[in-house]
């Protein structure tokens, strides 16, 4: 009995000490955002890029991934060319941390160009009435493309991963909320029928589909090479009707944000499983594109290429 209860207790211990960590993390990240709501936008920025730099000195894991990435994709490129890229990344990475931060400021100063035409897209995406289906990627400011979209009076309803403590997923709701956006985490119960809910209300539905996850996916090119790619878009843009589109808040080189919206056909033949890998590759391509306009914005620590295809 004693020899059973040792690892019982053991078991106890982790998951204690797994919850004080979490507590203290979040407990960090609060007096953190609280301290850097106090900075000005400026100074944040290059503390952001500070940090950055920083991290892709310690964290050399996540500069081995990036190196990794970079390698498949500017195969061309020279190691110190790939580098200093890899540099430029955490950089912007770190300004954007400490910019989620600065949301209320952001707004106040007037750092988004969200130009005519490319609102334009989007009104005529949701005239219709079926909603829309509306995909980015982890390039540029994606939560302030999302909270900009949301704060313009778009209805838009924006699709998550929890994260692995509930307090942290409550604060980026709360953010979130005060960005008139609401988010479905998927996973929780009535997820997918939220998802129909929303498109069938004629309201923006977003995703980002340039990760390798454990969701449901098909095989589509990026960078050259097969990617494992999240289905669900594609695949509710055709079986609701909704328009499929693109969008994208990248950072310009005066420091501002620009958002830039780009409309795609979708295609409709009698091969369904087709269509939704073909809308897929579409959109997938998309963000690839816009990716190489400005590849320092992107995550490239993430593993994009972990998985294989089978033979």
Known sequence: MAAEAKPLLAQRETRAGKRLKRLLRFGLVKVALALVRLLPLTVAARLG??????????????RRKALESLAIAYPEASDAERSALMQRCFGHLGRMVLELANFAQL?????????????????????????????TGHVGN?????RHVGRAGYGAWVVGKETSDPRTTALVDEMRAKGSLHTIWRGRPGAVREMLRALKGGHLLGFLIDQDTSVQSVWVP???RPAKTPRAAAELALRTGATAMLGFCVRTPEGRYRIRMQ???????????????????TLTAGIEAAIR???????????????????
Do not use: I, Y
């Open 222 to 224: 990026f960078f050259g």
């Open 49 to 62: 890029e500070a940090l950055g730099a920083l991290a892709s000195r310690l964290l050399r894991g996540e």
């Open 263 to 281: 409309a795609v056909e979708t295609p409709h033949t009698d091969d369904g499983e087709a269509d939704v890998v073909a809308l897929t590759a």
């Open 142 to 146: 994606w939560e302030l493309l999302a």
């Open 293 to 311: 306009q400005t590849p320092e914005q992107w995550v490239w620590m993430h593993r994009r290429w972990k998985s294989l295809p089978e033979a």
């Open 107 to 135: 707004d106040a100063a007037g750092w988004v160009d969200w130009p005519a035409e490319d609102r334009a897209v989007l009104d005529a995406a949701l005239a219709p009435g079926k909603g829309v289906v509306f995909v």
